[in-house]
């Protein structure tokens, strides 16, 4: 049984929270960004769980697989995928081992993945394996330093069940040391914590002021790309 499999039923109800939706909201937005996804670009997500970026990039019109190792989060994502009748492949695989030939895809993208496997930067080589030449690879982490990978550090040593005590956080010192050669840049999102959120509307107000205004190192969300 893969870790994620007994979360499948419920992974999805903390986007359907207001804090939740807030999160989702700020992670799309910085994971766009780097990505700059564009029509008819063939795309892979790794780790792609219920298929919550998977089915953003498909509604954005790029041919895209979704791959994880739970079969559970996977039939989760593609009920929801029929449900909107989007033709997007699921495979069950690991993302250590791709089942794809080198330079397969145009963009490469997995979001709070690397804190679940044992060696992140063998996955950024193996994600970088599959690019093609100029592609661009894009991973969504949780910021150690911040409140948020304290919180879900915590959440880990409190409950040994939880998922979050098989997880592994990194700092952007940390990100910036993997596979140096096609490393090129790093995004900071997530700056509103739990402790000040009021409403969606605010919190996005508040997030935009504190992205300008905060220390970079108190982002609770990183998004690192890699250039092929
Ligand atoms: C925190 S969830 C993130 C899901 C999705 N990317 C999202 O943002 O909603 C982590 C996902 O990574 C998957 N995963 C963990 N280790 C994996 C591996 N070695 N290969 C493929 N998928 C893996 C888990 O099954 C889970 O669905």
Known sequence: MALFDQEASTYDNWCN???????DKVEKEWIAKSAQPQVGEKAVDLGCGTGIFTIWLAKQGLDVTGIDLSSEMLA???EKAQRED????????DMNRLPFDRETFDLVIGNIVLEFVENPEKVVAEALRVLKKDGRL?????NKESYWGRTYSQKGKDNPDS?????HFYSEQTIVSWETRHFASLDYGLFVTPENFEN?????????????TAAKNQAGFIVARWNK
């Open 76 to 78: 989760k994502a593609q």
């Open 200 to 212: 969606e509307n605010q919190a996005l107000e508040l997030e935009k002021k504190l992205s300008r």
């Open 17 to 23: 929270t207001p804090l939740g939706s807030f999160v």
């Open 138 to 142: 894009v991973i969504g982490l949780i």
């Open 86 to 93: 989007l033709a997007i492949h699921w495979i069950q695989a």
């Open 163 to 167: 998922v979050f005590a098989h997880a």
